[in-house]
């Protein structure tokens, strides 16, 4: 008879042997030492949320009272469609594409709501990944949004960098965005920030989007927009969506557009997005949209619904539509007063070089261009908080810190002459 055990033990230790410890994101970790921080004097730059004058939070005016309208209408808390809430879908497809082009295109557009707009990138990639015979190379600024390399690569898409920004002249480097598209490889996707660039400030003219949109559409290369701020960078939501209105509306491109809520309505944590997707015909916008069904079946089953909810109420009312506009304006009229008082504040503490840059720049960050020591300098001696790359957030500047703010990056930059 046989003695064994009819299953020897295994030599295997672990079934994650091959695990790795992934360094914190640098923005939440940065966040997290701000607020471990106890000193009266320190200032967040870190993080891109916005803040009031007083530096707290913001709930819009606009998002209270679609909160009170459907707490007094009374909230369930079922679930949500699996492509989301139909009102929400349309409400921004609406918005983001304007009521012509959206009248226009409406048969030939898929939606899906997504986890804010990195969910939206996601599915983008997802969806990209399902659809074509090889998975496209995707460009990417450099720099650019610290996920989005992560997003793509971890759905096993090639990704390349290309020059955005010239560091010595600290601004958009245009030839060489134009080189690249050039150059690029036939159906690749390339990232495009609608507005606002995260982290430069710098976004092409409509003049230069309008040569970009003729290089791609000559290439075919896909567009895949960003717009996580729109409306919130200049105050004017159609100013602030005119690339990706070119590119579906006058340039007739197939587009997809990643859209978070998060900025503009401050519904940061709450996570409202919508991928949308502009096809060529009408068929293809239907079967996309059931595969958007299906993958987001697969991933989140269905997205949430409070936020989604929100939205959908400003969205729909013109009273509150009309506050959101004002709210959007409030907010980014804040950030540019803040960056002129800092510009405004570097100059009269005699800072050294040139600050131009600053107020060139536009939306929710400032690309300071200061070396990674005196961004560290600056972080342990004064209590002032911002990414390595100095980028910081222009909200989180106030009135009573922007003077020791720019004091202090004299000092430091003076002492390292
Ligand atoms: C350029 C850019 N894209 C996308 C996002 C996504 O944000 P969320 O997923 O919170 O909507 C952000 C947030 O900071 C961003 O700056």
Known sequence: ??????????????????????PPDAIFALTAKFQADSSPQKVNLGQGTYRDADAKPWVLPSV??????????????????????????????????????????????????????????????????????????????????????????????????????????????IDSYYNMLKQAEPNSVVILHACAHNPTGCDPTKEQWREIAQVMKARELFPLFDAAYLGFNSGDYDEDAFPIRLFMGEMDMEAGVCISFAKNMGLYGERVGCFLLGTKDEQGAVNLQSMLEMLQRSEVSNPPGFGAKIASEVLGNDSLK???????????????????????????????????????????????????????RLRDEYHIYMA???????????????????????ECLRDSE
């Open 322 to 376: 009309e506050q959101w506009f004002q709210d959007m304006e409030t907010m980014s009229s804040r950030i540019r007063a803040m960056r002129a008082a800092l510009y405004d504040n570097l100059i009269a503490s005699g800072a050294p070089g040139s600050w131009d840059h600053l107020i060139q720049q536009s939306g929710m960050f400032g690309f300071l261009g200061l070396s990674l020591d005196v961004v560290l």
């Open 388 to 410: 390595d790359n100095s980028r910081i957030s222009i909200a989180g500047l106030n009135t009573g810190n922007v003077e020791y703010v720019a004091r202090s990056i004299t």
């Open 64 to 173: 209270n009272l679609a909160r009170e309208a459907l707490l007094t209408r009374g909230l369930q808390h079922e679930y949500l469609p699996i492509l989301g809430l139909q009102s929400f879908r349309e409400g921004t497809a609406k918005i983001v594409l304007g009521s012509e082009l959206f009248d226009k295109r409406a048969t030939q557009i898929a939606t899906c709501q997504s986890l804010s707009g990195t969910g939206a990138l996601h599915l983008a990639g997802l969806l990209l990944r399902a659809t074509q015979n090889k998975q496209p190379t995707v460009y990417i600024p450099e720099p650019t949004w610290s996920n989005h390399h992560q997003v793509f690569k971890s759905l096993g898409f090639p990704c390349e960098s290309f020059k955005y920004y010239d560091y010595e002249t600290k601004s958009l480097d």
């Open 1 to 22: 008879m046989a003695t064994k055990a009819p299953y020897s033990s295994s030599a295997k230790t672990s079934w994650f042997n091959k695990s790795e410890f992934i």
